[in-house]
C-alpha cells in the first residue's frame, strides 16, 4: 500500500505462448533511494496461480527506483516445460535441434517511482521474448 511518504508496487506474468499465468516465478523485489545509492534488496514472492505476486514487500521511505528480477528459467524448464512446447510448435526451440529452452533465463525490469503512486508492472513473457509496461 502506498502512503504520502511511500510508492507500493505489485506484478503479475502472463505466458503469453500458451495464454495463461505463469505459476511459481521466483520475483525479487530491490529498491534504491537515487540514482546512484546501491541497490537494497528488500525481499520476494512467487507467483501463484492467476500469475500475481500478492506478498512483495513494502518500499521504504525515500526510494526513487525500483527493481523486479523475474527468475523465468526454472519457471520454462519446470514441469510446465511440456505443455509449453506443444502451445509453440512453430517456435525456434521446437525447430532446431541444440536450442535452448529460453533466451532470456532472467528479466530485470528497473524503474524510477514517485511516494503516493502505486505502480503495477505486468511483465509478458514468452521462451523468446517479453514484454512489460505500467499498469494499473
Not at 500500500?1 to 505462448?17: K, Q
Not at 525479487?28 to 514487500?57: F, I, M, Q, V, Y
Not at 529460453?102 to 502505486?118: D, K, M, R, S, Y
Request: glycine share 10%.
Amino acid at each position: 500500500m502506498s502512503t504520502s511518504t511511500t510508492a507500493s508496487v505489485s506484478t503479475h506474468i502472463l505466458d503469453t505462448s500458451i495464454g495463461r499465468p505463469a505459476e511459481g516465478v521466483a520475483v525479487r523485489l530491490s529498491a534504491r533511494g537515487g540514482g546512484e545509492a546501491d541497490w537494497r534488496e528488500l525481499g520476494g514472492s512467487a507467483t501463484d496461480a492467476d500469475g500475481r505476486c500478492k506478498d512483495l514487500p513494502a518500499l521504504p521511505e525515500g526510494t526513487t527506483h525500483v527493481r523486479l528480477d523475474f527468475a523465468v528459467e526454472p519457471y520454462f524448464e519446470g514441469k510446465t516445460a511440456k505443455k509449453q512446447a506443444d502451445a509453440q510448435q512453430d517456435a525456434p526451440a521446437n525447430r532446431d535441434s541444440g536450442a535452448p529452452s529460453v533466451f532470456f533465463p532472467e528479466v530485470a525490469i528497473t524503474f524510477a517511482v514517485v511516494p503516493g503512486e502505486h505502480y503495477h508492472v505486468p511483465l509478458l513473457l514468452n521462451p523468446f521474448g517479453y514484454s512489460v509496461y505500467r499498469g494499473s
